[in-house]
């Protein structure tokens, strides 16, 4: 997938606030742009089909490394989809998972996470063999079974519960919602095409009521705070439609698979 930088929005955007230094507005098109895939839901995106490692339980989000998620539409195992859990509610459900990391400091609990998405193949490396910190102790796995439920913890990483066991090879497939990292410089093309001028509203509406500027101007704000308003919902009800360009990819499934 091909980038567009943010930087790439600045002349529209200059020519209403004339004298702007580009950095100031370039950081309003980037919040702008989180905000309005937070609002709209348009960015979306497909995991790669991947496995579950047995007696594991936290993953990384295999997505642009520039991306954080920011809702999971649906995590299938199997062709079984997922229950989406809260964190308070997959503590509840599984408490001898929360009862692995209580009282650990978060990185040193995150530690015992695979750096990035493995398949079968890459289980059986070294890395996962012998005491490998990776690989849960023998009394947790065989409290595994077949996977149920998700939840997120992180814009980068979630959990699958409970631990799923070695007994079947079990398929992963992902659908989120993104949006772009608060230190991101640029988003997915197609996506920023389609959203420009969105996220130009809700720039401006920003700039325009800076203090103490030589281009404020407060009645010119709130006509692209409302334009703002207007399209991110036209956006939104064109994604719950399914009339979305972008990253997401249909794949043709093997006859009577």
């Not at 964190?87 to 009862?99: F, L, N, T, V």
């Amino acid at each position: 997938m091909a980038d567009r930088t943010f930087a790439s929005l600045v002349p529209r955007v200059q020519a209403s606030v004339p004298g702007c230094p580009n950095a100031t507005i370039v950081q309003y098109i980037r919040d702008s742009a989180i905000r309005t895939c937070e609002r709209t839901l348009y960015y979306r995106y497909q995991v790669p089909l991947f496995n579950l490692l047995p007696g594991v339980s936290e993953y990384a989000y295999n997505k642009p490394v520039t991306t954080d998620v920011h809702v999971v539409f649906e995590a299938v195992v199997n062709d079984r989809p997922l229950e989406r859990l809260t964190m308070e509610k997959a503590i509840e459900m599984y408490p001898k998972w929360a009862d692995l990391y209580s009282g650990q400091d978060p990185a040193v609990a995150w530690s015992l996470t695979p750096p990035n998405v493995f398949n079968s193949f890459d289980y059986n490396e070294a890395l996962f063999n012998e005491n490998s910190p990776y690989v849960l102790p023998p009394e947790i796995v065989a409290d595994g079974s077949t996977p149920q439920s998700i939840t997120q913890v992180t814009p980068d990483k979630y959990i699958i519960l409970p631990l799923p066991d070695g007994q079947a090879t079990y398929r992963c497939r992902m659908f989120l919602a993104l949006k772009p990292k608060k230190n991101a410089t640029a988003m997915d093309e197609v996506i920023f095409d389609e959203l420009e001028e969105v996220i130009m509203h809700g720039a401006l509406q920003h700039l325009l009521v800076l203090p103490n500027q030589a281009w404020s101007d407060r009645e010119l704000a709130a006509y692209h705070a409302k334009q703002y308003v207007y399209q991110t919902s036209e956006r939104r009800a064109r994604a719950n439609l399914g009339n979305v360009r972008g990253t997401m990819r249909a794949r043709m499934q093997p006859f009577g698979a």
